[in-house]
């Protein structure tokens, strides 16, 4: 089944505590991205990724890194998580080009204390 | 700058009532606008995309290039149409960069 999963699914963790995120797709996309779901924000962009080892900035990325060393994964990295990044998480995957439809993982439930 | 706005949060209609979901967006290229909706517990997924010219669940949207425009329209609201509805248009050559609108949440009472 073609899918975007995302790991873990909920996530309560200490501010400062180093944790991963992971995203895999099993599509063959080159693009890949991450956004944050807040409510009255919509859905933001962090980063986003056009092929392996390609990566750029979205809207917010601050306090977030990512990699793409492999076409299929492309994980989300909090360094040192604060309380302001407790959010929904997605990822989502196309294949890149204008009018592509964009499929999206289950969502990653972060909660920073 | 590049922005997408749905202005309205929330929507609650009865059953069967026509329903419209706006959204405007200023963009300094051409677009391409898609419709994606979240239904409770599950992931985003694609309703509609402009190109197609499709109607999906009974769900319409006309580009209206001179409004700048893409508004989401349905002619009899179904209590499984509650959901969360974004407006995402792509930048042609951006790089398939979607901007999500800040969503309108669908209530369909019945």
């Known amino acids: 089944e073609a899918q975007v999963t995302q790991n873990p699914r909920y996530l309560i963790t200490v501010t400062g505590k180093k944790l991963t995120v992971t995203c895999s797709q099993n599509m063959n996309h080159e693009y890949m991205s991450w956004y944050r779901q807040d409510p009255g924000l919509g859905l933001r962009q962090i980063y986003y990724s056009m092929n392996v080892e390609v990566t750029d900035k979205g809207d917010v990325p601050e306090g977030y890194k990512v990699s793409r060393k492999e076409k299929r994964n492309f994980p989300l990295i909090l360094e040192s998580p604060s309380p302001n990044q407790t959010s929904l998480y997605f990822c989502a995957s196309s294949f890149g080009g204008s009018g592509t439809e964009a499929f999206f993982g289950q969502g990653t439930r972060l909660t920073v204390v | 700058a590049q922005r997408v706005t749905q202005p309205e949060k929330l929507l609650s209609v009865f059953k069967g009532a026509p329903v419209e979901l706006k959204c405007n967006y200023s963009?300094?290229?051409?677009?391409?606008l898609f419709w994606y909706v979240q239904y409770s517990r599950q992931r985003l997924q694609l309703l509609l995309r402009?190109?197609s010219r499709e109607s999906i669940k009974g769900f319409t949207a006309d580009l209206n290039k001179g409004e700048t425009s893409f508004h989401l329209k349905k002619p009899f609201a179904q209590e499984e149409d509650s959901a969360m509805y974004y407006c995402a248009p792509i930048l042609t050559g951006g790089g398939n960069k979607l901007t999500f609108g800040t969503g309108t949440q669908l209530k369909v009472e019945l």
């Open positions: 402009h190109i």
């Open positions: 963009y300094s290229g051409s677009p391409e």
